[in-house]
Each structure stands twice: as C-alpha cells, then as structure tokens.
C-alpha cells in the first residue's frame, strides 16, 4: 500500500443474498478497502503511528440488509430509516473503525444510477473508509476532495468513475 502496511480488513456477510448480488463480494469490498486507505496514504495518510510491534490496525466491514442498517442509523444517528452505507470511526488504539452496508439499498440506487452493483459496492466501500480517515463531505469544498479521491479510488480498482457525468 504505497509503503504503508495495509490494516487488516475483516468483511462479515450477514445477508447471504449478498454474494448472489455480487459474486465474490468479500475479496471486492477487502480491495475497495485497501485501495482508500493507500489512496490516503498518498495523500499523506498514515497508519505508522502504532508503536513497534502493536498492529497497524483494522477495521471491518459488515455486508447486511436494509433492516440491520436502518436499526443502526437508528440507534446512532436517530434517522430510523435505511441508508446505502454508514461509517463508525475506530474508538480505539487499532481499531481504525467499521462500516455496513445495505443490500437493498445499495442494489436500488446502481439500478437507478444504471451501474453494476459490484462497482457501487466498491465506491461505497471505498466511501465508507474514507470516512473512517477522516474525509467528510458537509461542505461544498470537503465534498468535492472525497468526490476526486473517490474517482482516483475507483481508478486504482480498474471500475467506472462514479462521479463521470456528474462533476
């Protein structure tokens, strides 16, 4: 990962319809992870901050349905509806944070947006993990830098821009 250790990266599929929606599903959300932390390295990211031989970190990323995520974006952000993709910022030494995502919705918006679930998968993982090192998008100014390292993700994982056409 551009010389920085890559954290381990946990993917828990809870929703088994999962891996019909996207064949190895698993291996796409660990590299979706992996290439937003590197994409974060470069931008000056780093994950050396543990010391000697305590882990660089990790973080995991649940693969769920509509209803686990609309209880936590319930219980966490008081909205009791479900949303694509939530972010859990690490509260620990290692524990760089987690991120779910719901099938449902994830599957409605790339039928809207008319792309394969697989590549949005990977730009919401990536999303999420942005999140988790720090990237926010509530002003105009901070959204369009995680917009572009979203793309430049998305270009590390040979998958469509998912900003083409809307930049």
């Known amino acids: 990962m551009d010389g920085q250790p890559t954290p381990e990266i946990v993917v828990v599929i809870d ?3 999962w891996r019909a929606a996207v064949p190895r599903a698993e291996d796409l ?17 780093s994950l050396d901050t543990a010391p000697p031989g305590a882990p660089q970190g990790a973080m995991t990323i649940l693969l769920t349905d509509d209803r686990a995520v609309k209880r936590l974006n319930g219980e966490h952000r008081g909205k009791v509806k479900p949303t694509n993709v939530l972010s859990f910022p690490g509260e620990g030494f290692g524990h760089l944070g987690d991120i779910a995502l719901a099938l ?21 993982v990536a999303h999420g993990t942005l999140h988790l090192g720090g990237h926010d998008h509530v002003q105009a100014g901070e959204a369009r830098r995680m917009e572009r390292a979203e793309a430049r993700i ?3 994982l040979a998958l469509p821009n998912p900003w083409r056409g809307v930049l």
């Open 15 to 17: 929703d088994p319809a």
């Open 29 to 45: 959300a660990r590299r979706a992870a992996a290439a937003a932390w590197a994409e974060m390295a470069s931008d000056g990211f």
């Open 104 to 124: 449902g919705v994830v599957r409605r918006e790339a039928r809207g947006a008319q792309r394969r679930v697989a590549a949005h998968l990977a730009h919401l």
């Open 154 to 156: 998305m270009r590390r």
